[in-house]
């Protein structure tokens, strides 16, 4: 079965850049989606297709991936943007989520 | 604007079969090139998949529950619905209707319901 591998708990700054990571066997293949999710609430996709944002999301949210590892980035953090966010991939029909990090705006 | 809503009991007793239901509006599940699917998250952990449904009979599940869930279509009331037999405590969670499509991710969702697996 087809595992994504993402840190716990990622911190940062307010106003700084923070990113983090999805891990997966050759992810770079894959159109790798990325959602947030706060306390109490349903996800929000934030990135699709690895590198999109739907319409709403600020431009402060981007993504990138390549050949293990996806990153989503988020720059000028700011506290409403603590949060969980998942990465998720589709692998041989069967969708896949990381196991989620939580971002803490200090 | 689409819009997708769970319902269901939210108390289920261990070894029978828990069953959800999803209201679309805004879009035909019948008409839709997207899957509509099913995502649960247990208490204080990740999203896991359970399964999803393209109109016409097409079904996917997530192979650690396949031999328990049964995702089907009602297009006369637009709705979608789980049915996941024999849980126990670990089927405890939020469970979310959403579409999604591989390359766009799941696009909308709803509000979740959370469902207790306790006797």
């Known amino acids: 079965s087809y595992e994504l591998t993402q840190p716990l708990s990622v911190s940062v700054a307010l106003g700084q850049t923070a990113k983090i990571a999805c891990g997966g066997n050759?992810?770079?293949?894959?159109?790798v989606h990325w959602y947030q999710q706060k306390p109490g609430q349903a996800p929000v996709l934030v990135i699709y297709?690895?590198?999109n944002r739907p319409s709403g999301i600020p431009e402060r949210f981007s993504g990138s991936n390549s050949g293990n590892t996806a990153t989503l980035t988020i720059t000028r953090a700011q506290a409403g943007d603590e949060a969980d966010y998942s990465c998720?991939?589709?692998?041989?029909?069967?969708?896949?989520f990381g196991g989620g990090t939580k971002l803490t705006v200090l | 604007q689409l819009q997708l809503q769970e319902s269901g009991p939210g108390l289920v007793k261990p070894s029978e079969t828990l069953s959800l239901t999803c209201t679309v509006s805004g879009d035909s599940i019948s008409k839709s090139s997207h899957y509509w699917g099913w995502i649960r998250q247990p208490p204080g952990k990740g999203l896991e998949w359970v399964g999803s449904m393209f109109f016409g009979g097409d079904t996917l599940y997530n192979p650690s529950l396949k031999s328990r869930v049964t995702i089907s279509e009602d297009t006369s009331k637009n709705q979608f619905s789980l049915r996941l037999r024999s849980v126990t405590a670990a089927d405890t969670a939020v469970y979310y209707c959403?579409?999604?499509?591989?390359?766009?991710?799941?696009?909308?969702w709803g509000l979740g319901t959370m469902v207790i697996v306790s006797a």
């Open positions: 998720q991939v589709w692998h041989n029909s069967v969708v896949v």
């Open positions: 050759n992810i770079g293949s894959k159109n």
């Open positions: 959403a579409r999604h499509l591989n390359i766009v991710g799941a696009d909308s």
């Open positions: 297709k690895d590198n």
